[in-house]
C-alpha cells in the first residue's frame, strides 16, 4: 500500500552465515580501536574526514531533528587556539578541580594538563549539540533526546575513522564553551566532544587496560 510520505526500505536480507562473517568481522576490527593521545602531522587523505561525517550523519535522532553540529578544524592558528584554552581549563582540572578520586582514577592513563596533540594532529572535529534548530520563520525549535542522538552520531564517527585506519581521542576539556568562541558557534549550541584525528607517532604506546568480558556486562532474559 502507498502512503503519502513514505518509502519502501533500502534493505538487504543476509544469510544468516553472512551476518555472523559480518559481524565478528566488524568486531574483530573494532576491538583494536584505541585512543591515542600522540599523533603525528602527517595529513590525512583528501575527502577521509568527509566520508566519515556523512556516515555520523546517517545517525538516528530524536524527531529526525539531527541535532549536531561539526566543525572541522585543519588551521593551524585554530588549532592552537583551541590548544591555549584546553590547557587552560586542563591546568585548573588538574590543579584542583577535580577530585583526589578522579585524578586517582586517571593515573593510569598518564594523562595531564599539557595537550600538545591539539596541535600536531591534522585535523580536530568539534562536534556540538544543537539544543535548538531554527525553523524556516526563524523560530527556535526545540530539539529532542539531544544526548542520545549526538552520542550515536559520534560513535558512529569514530568507527568510520577507525575503520579507514584512522586513530581519534575523545577528548573532554571541561568546561569546553570556549569552544564557541574560538569557532563563533551560537549559544543556542553545546559543544559535545572535541575529537582529535590523525595517524598515531610512529612506536606509540597505550594504557594496558582490558574491556571487560561480556559476562559482566550483558544479561539475558
Ligand atoms: N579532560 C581531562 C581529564 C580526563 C578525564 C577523563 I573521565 C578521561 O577518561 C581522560 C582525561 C584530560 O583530557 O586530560
Not at 42 to 66: R, T
Not at 67 to 88: C, L, Q, S, T, Y
Not at 170 to 196: A, C, G, K, W, Y
Request: with cysteine; net charge neutral.
Amino acid at each position: 500500500m502507498d502512503v503519502a510520505g513514505f518509502r519502501p526500505l533500502c534493505f538487504e536480507r543476509l544469510p544468516a552465515a553472512e551476518s555472523l562473517r559480518r559481524v565478528r568481522e566488524y568486531r574483530e576490527r573494532m576491538g583494536t580501536r584505541r585512543s591515542v593521545r600522540e599523533f603525528s602531522t602527517e595529513p590525512l587523505p583528501d575527502g577521509l574526514v568527509e566520508e566519515a561525517l556523512a556516515a555520523a550523519a546517517s545517525a538516528p535522532s530524536g524527531a529526525n531533528h539531527q541535532p549536531w553540529h561539526f566543525v572541522v578544524v585543519r588551521d593551524p592558528a585554530v588549532k592552537r587556539a583551541i590548544r591555549v584554552a584546553a590547557e587552560e581549563e586542563e591546568r585548573a582540572f588538574y590543579a584542583g578541580r577535580a577530585s583526589q578520586e578522579w585524578l586517582r582514577e586517571l593515573a593510569p592513563l598518564g594523562t595531564d594538563e599539557h595537550k600538545p596533540f591539539l596541535e600536531a594532529a591534522p585535523c580536530l572535529i568539534a562536534i556540538f549539540t544543537r539544543k535548538f534548530n531554527t525553523a524556516p520563520d526563524g523560530s527556535r525549535l526545540k530539539n529532542y533526546y539531544t544526548a542520545e542522538s549526538v552520542g550515536i552520531a559520534t560513535g558512529l564517527l569514530i568507527s568510520a575513522l577507525h575503520l579507514a585506519g584512522v586513530a581519534t581521542l575523545t577528548h573532554t576539556p571541561s568546561p569546553m564553551q570556549f569552544l564557541n568562541r574560538i569557532l563563533e558557534r551560537p549559544d543556542t549550541e553545546r559543544p559535545f566532544l572535541l575529537l582529535v584525528v590523525g595517524y598515531p607517532v610512529d612506536g606509540v604506546r597505550v594504557p594496558d587496560i582490558q574491556r571487560l568480558p561480556l559476562e559482566q556486562l550483558v544479561s539475558f532474559r
